[in-house]
């Protein structure tokens, strides 16, 4: 069948993205929520740490009011600290959820899909699933992976590091003070790793809507296919097009002999104009053509006896401006009253 050389078509974009098939890169995902929890922790985390500290003390003095007691349980304060615990993170974890969301949002757009969540049973296949795991992909995918494992790996080792002077001190500093060390050394570290996990994340979503347009290249059969189901056979659209041209020309050979002017650009544009009082309001554009059209409707008048008058603003404005079969605008209707004025002192005619 040949190699899938064609770059994927708009309507196979479409149905894979109707299944779920889009480029979207997790490493991405991974570093816009390390971003959103920096952010949630600058703004949130000391209110944060003041309520658990407290939560803390309460539950201590709790239980040791509950230790003097011969048959209490710490069970019951217990189960109250875990249910603060949950609502102090509460608003914490929904915002966290909200960014993975926007992360993945921001790459794809918004996505539902529920094929994606349809059962295959080509999933189930034992032999196929082996074969995938063995695959060239994988073990490329793999090797990446680690890659990224060990670069990221790396910048914390040598953020840890540069700030080991500051770890050994940790012992000699007080309880808060030891927080705040660590907390700093800790936020600092997470901006590092930020800005890798961007990088990385960028490089990654390049490779994987390249990699996504790759899987979905096509056969130039397919492409063959998928036009002629869309637009139809080309020897079909081709015979209703020369229908179309032979229907217009009958059209042109009816009307154009029955005009009383022909107005052109000189080339471009050819509108045949009729006016007759006896029923009608204002003159009516009969025939209208551009290059080929207007060369027939030049050929006609000259061939009928029809005046062929140049006035190239005329033309062009009745052209873009008047369908066929209507009445002129009244902005024309003191320019064609002058054509047809002329046209009938040619004649020998009377103005009306």
């Known amino acids: 069948m040949g190699e899938r050389t064609e770059s994927p078509t708009t309507k196979r974009l479409s149905e894979a993205r109707e299944r779920g098939q889009v480029a979207r890169s997790q490493d991405l995902a991974s570093a816009f929520l390390l971003l959103g929890a920096l952010i949630v922790l600058a703004t949130l985390g000391a209110g944060l740490l003041e309520r658990m500290a407290a939560l803390l003390r309460e539950t201590l003095q709790t239980w040791i009011v509950l230790a003097a007691a011969p048959d209490a349980t710490p069970v019951e304060s217990l189960v109250v600290s875990l249910r603060h615990i949950a609502w102090m993170l509460a608003p914490i974890l929904a915002l966290m959820t909200v960014i993975a969301y926007v992360s993945h949002v921001v790459q794809i757009g918004w996505l539902v899909s529920v094929k994606a969540l349809q059962p295959k049973l080509e999933k189930f296949n034992l032999v196929k699933g082996l074969g995938k795991m063995v695959s060239r992909r994988n073990w490329v995918k793999g090797g990446v992976n680690i890659m990224k ?77 998928e036009r002629r189901s869309t637009e139809g056979d080309p020897l079909i659209r081709a015979r209703r097009l020369r229908m179309a041209r032979e229907i217009a020309m009958q059209r042109l050979r009816a009307d154009v002999p029955k005009a009383d002017v022909v107005v052109t650009n000189p080339t471009h544009f050819a509108v045949a104009i009729k006016y007759d009082e006896s029923f009608m309001r204002a003159p009516r554009v009969v025939a209208k053509g551009a290059d080929f059209l207007a060369l027939q409707i030049r050929q006609l008048a000259a061939a009928n006896g029809v005046p062929i008058i140049e006035r190239p603003s005329l033309a062009r404005a009745l052209y873009r401006n008047v369908e066929v079969g209507r009445e002129i605008p009244q902005e024309q209707y003191e320019a064609v009253a002058e054509v047809l004025a002329y046209v009938y002192r040619l004649d020998g005619r009377a103005a009306s």
Do not use: C, N
């Open 149 to 225: 494992l060990a670069a990221v790996t790396g910048i914390a080792s040598l953020v840890i590091k540069g700030d080991y002077a500051q770890v050994i001190t940790l012992p000699l500093l007080t309880a808060q003070g030891a927080f705040a060390l660590v907390g700093q050394m800790v936020v600092k570290l997470a901006l590092w790793l930020l800005l890798a996990l961007i990088f990385i994340g960028v490089i990654d979503f390049l490779y994987q809507r390249w990699q996504h347009s790759h899987d979905l290249r096509m056969h130039k059969h397919e492409v063959k296919d």
